[in-house]
């Protein structure tokens, strides 16, 4: 047999040799690792790394931060005045969400702010911070407003391939002013596990949307093919599984909508109301799977459609009776007389008066104080009593005497 000059035969010293090219990849592969502890990170992330991700997505330090919950999949850290939140995945240490306390949010005078286009760029710049792992090459706006109230800019970022939709929403709301995040939202489930060439045409999903709709007069304004969790096929929605997904059509319908408006002197009154509906159609069965109002017509365009009421509710006079044909009982929020200087009718309480229309004098019949809110009277045929309702029960009043009982009772 062939020796080396080593003294071991040559097969082994290839063997040698393999070893030893093995051994200096796994040292600069765990040189590697080690300088680079996002890549290195094989199991749950420890708290301290967590607060440091926290710290790069903010532009802060976020040393003094707690841990509030400590969830299975996830940490939730919140800064010493208990005004922001922020959850961390213990996998890759991602920022899942970030919120803070509208309460807690620094006012903004009206002033300029910062440019559609800029704070756009500032909301992809908190996704790439974030470590979900997304390029903001691949994402683009399904949707961005601008509110002039609050002087917040909203997105909601996704990604495409082709036509359809990932299973990818990036939420960020801005501080018009000063860029800063306000909210922040990712909700990520990929890889895309099902495939994308739908069973159901486009016309056909419209179709089933516009007929399942709720709304009066439906018409289809969008549709939109996207991946997503299928719910439907789960025992526990609130945890869904990634490997569980569906292809979906998202159907955007609008149409009219009827519902009861309260109102003070008109009790409710039937209105119908511009509303937007989201219909989700399977893409392979045509099946509904999920059916939701989105948008409604603002409720102050709805109110115009009422008939005309008193600007100040302080007094209104309701539910008129007739006693007689000179004779009107009602009830009102007018104060009964009181001894007491001081006194003030309860807020919305209603007193039942009576009106002669012979003389046109007004008189209080129970007070308004007396049996909490009294209301509705009906006085008998014979004109000895007079029955009202008050808190869920009905008196009745004997107008020779005075004397006030409860039916039933």
Same mark, same amino acid.
């Given at each position: ?17 393999? *070893? ?22 094989? *199991? ?10 926290? %710290?790069?997505?903010?532009? $802060? ?14 940490? #939730?850290?919140?800064? =010493? ?24 949010? @620094? =006012? ?18 908190? #996704? ?39 299973? #990818? ?8 002013? @000063? ?15 099902? %495939? ?15 007929? +399942?709709?709720?709304?009066? +007069?439906?018409?289809?304004? !969008? ?22 997904? /569906?292809?979906?059509?998202?159907? $955007? ?8 408006? =309260? @109102?003070?002197?008109? %009790?409710?009154? &039937? ?11 399977? +893409? ?23 008939? =005309? ?22 009830? @009102?929020?007018?104060?009964? &007389? ?34 909490? +809110? ?20 009905? *008196? ?5 005497? /005075? !004397?006030? *009982?409860?039916?039933?009772?």
């Amino acid at each position: 047999m062939r020796r080396s000059c080593l003294g071991f035969p040559t097969s082994s010293r290839i063997g040698l040799g393999l *070893g030893l090219i093995t051994l200096v990849c796994l040292v600069v592969c765990g040189g590697i690792r080690a300088r680079d502890g996002a890549l290195a990170q094989t *199991g749950p992330i420890s708290e301290h790394d967590a607060l440091e991700r926290v %710290g790069r997505f903010l532009g $802060t330090d976020a040393s003094d931060w707690r841990v509030k919950y400590r969830l299975h999949d996830c940490y #939730v850290f919140e800064d =010493p005045e208990a005004t922001h939140h922020v959850k961390v995945s213990k996998t890759d240490g991602s920022i899942k969400a970030y919120h803070t306390r509208k309460a807690h949010r @620094t =006012p903004r005078q009206p002033r300029a702010h910062l440019t559609l286009e800029r704070s756009q760029q500032l909301a992809l710049g908190y #996704v790439s911070r974030s470590g979900a792992g997304l390029s903001v090459r691949v994402l683009e706006p399904r949707e961005q407003e601008f509110d002039a109230n609050e002087l917040r800019f909203r997105f909601l970022f996704t990604s495409y391939r082709g036509h359809v939709e990932l299973p #990818v929403r990036v939420e960020v709301e801005l501080d018009a002013t @000063t860029g800063e995040v306000v909210d922040y939202l990712a909700v990520v489930h990929l890889p895309v596990r099902v %495939g994308l060439q739908p069973t159901i045409s486009r016309e056909r999903a419209i179709a089933v949307a516009t007929k +399942a709709s709720r709304l009066e +007069a439906p018409q289809a304004v !969008a549709a939109q093919l996207f991946v997503w969790p299928a719910y439907w096929l789960m025992k526990n929605p609130d945890e869904p599984l990634p490997q569980e997904q /569906g292809l979906l059509w998202r159907v $955007t319908v609008k149409g009219l909508c009827e519902e009861q408006v =309260p @109102t003070a002197l008109h %009790g409710s009154v &039937p209105l119908k109301r511009e509303s937007t509906e989201e219909m989700h159609i399977d +893409a392979h069965t045509g099946d509904v799977r999920l059916s939701e109002r989105v948008a409604e017509e603002d409720e102050r365009s709805v109110r115009q459609q009422l008939p =005309p009421e008193p600007r100040h509710y302080s007094v209104f006079d309701q539910s008129p009776a007739w006693a007689s044909s000179d004779m009107l009982y009602f009830s @009102t929020t007018r104060s009964t &007389p009181s001894d007491t200087p001081d006194y003030h009718r309860p807020e919305r309480c209603t007193s039942i008066f009576r009106l002669d229309l012979e003389t046109g004098q007004i008189s209080s019949v129970i007070a308004d104080a007396f049996t909490f +809110a009294p209301s509705y009277p009906a006085p008998s045929p014979d004109g000895r009593y007079l029955a009202f309702t008050y808190v869920r029960n009905t *008196g009745l009043l004997d107008l020779r005497t /005075g !004397a006030i *009982g409860r039916i039933g009772h």
